[in-house]
């Protein structure tokens, strides 16, 4: 199979509230818009929140894994906005920085800062 593009697509309770967070509090970028849904940027991927989901769509095992530079900056500026951190920044024993929120559905969302001297910034191929 060759995947030539892919994108998370999730099916809010209420479309207008994962709008504003996702739009507005979290400040992602609008790749697209169309009638009854957003296709927002995700750093090299999509996320789309359209149509209406279930009473209990975030009650899933589901969750958005978001890597950036600064966990504990993005921490506190979510804080300042209101956003509720269900687990506050800390180094996991795999080595990386999480923080994890919610969105308005209680859908996990895990904020992930790769530290330098991880092994995932670090070329492990053998040198020839």
Do not use: K, N
Not at 17 to 33: D, K, M
Request: glycine residues 12%.
């Amino acid at each position: 199979m060759e995947v030539l593009s892919s994108r998370t697509l999730i099916r809010p309770r209420d479309p207008e509230a994962a709008w504003a967070f996702y739009g507005g509090t979290l400040g992602l970028a609008v790749a697209r818009e169309f009638p009854g849904g957003v296709v927002y940027f995700l750093g090299t991927g999509y996320l789309e929140v359209s149509g209406r989901g279930a009473s209990d769509a975030g009650s899933g095992p589901d969750a958005l894994w978001l890597q950036v530079r600064d966990v504990e900056a993005e921490e506190a500026s979510l804080r300042t906005a209101g956003v509720e951190v269900t687990r506050g920044t800390r180094t996991e024993p795999w080595g990386l920085r999480e923080c994890w929120i919610a969105d308005p559905d209680g859908r996990a969302l895990v904020l992930v800062e790769v530290p330098p001297d991880h092994p995932i910034r670090r070329d492990v191929r053998q040198r020839m």
